[in-house]
């Protein structure tokens, strides 16, 4: 079984930066798209950044600007740099990788989530 172990979440003033990484637990296939969401209490999960195999990328117009999504394919591992960051980011963020039905050996896997809380 695959897991998708994140850390690096936690309490950071308003204007402060966390990075948040996210860990495969083993040797997979590489995925399609790799991105990550939040979800804020009372909120739906939303998207907030992408990075696709070939390395595009793609951000939530509120985070554009701040947050940076990267991969390290040797680590396995994916990372979210969040910066100036705002009460408004205030969230649980999961990480989620997910590999074409049509490919194979497809998946869909997501992280437990991190919380991410941003003082005031």
């Known amino acids: 079984q695959v897991e998708l172990v994140e850390s690096g979440g936690g309490l950071v003033q308003a204007g402060g930066s966390l990075r948040l990484s996210c860990a495969v637990s083993?040797?997979?296939?590489?995925?399609?798209?790799m991105d990550w969401y939040r979800q804020a209490p009372g909120n739906k999960r939303e998207p907030v950044a992408t990075i696709t195999g070939s390395g595009t990328t793609n951000y939530a117009n509120s985070v554009k600007g701040r947050f940076t999504i990267s991969r390290d394919d040797a680590k396995n591992t994916y990372y979210l740099q969040m910066n100036s960051l705002k009460p408004e980011d205030t969230a649980v963020y999961y990480c989620?990788?997910?590999?074409?039905?049509?490919?194979?050996?497809?998946?869909?896997?997501w992280g437990q989530g991190t919380q991410v809380t941003v003082s005031s």
């Open positions: 083993r040797s997979i296939l590489p995925a399609n798209v």
């Open positions: 989620h990788i997910h590999r074409l039905r049509q490919l194979p050996q497809p998946y869909d896997y």
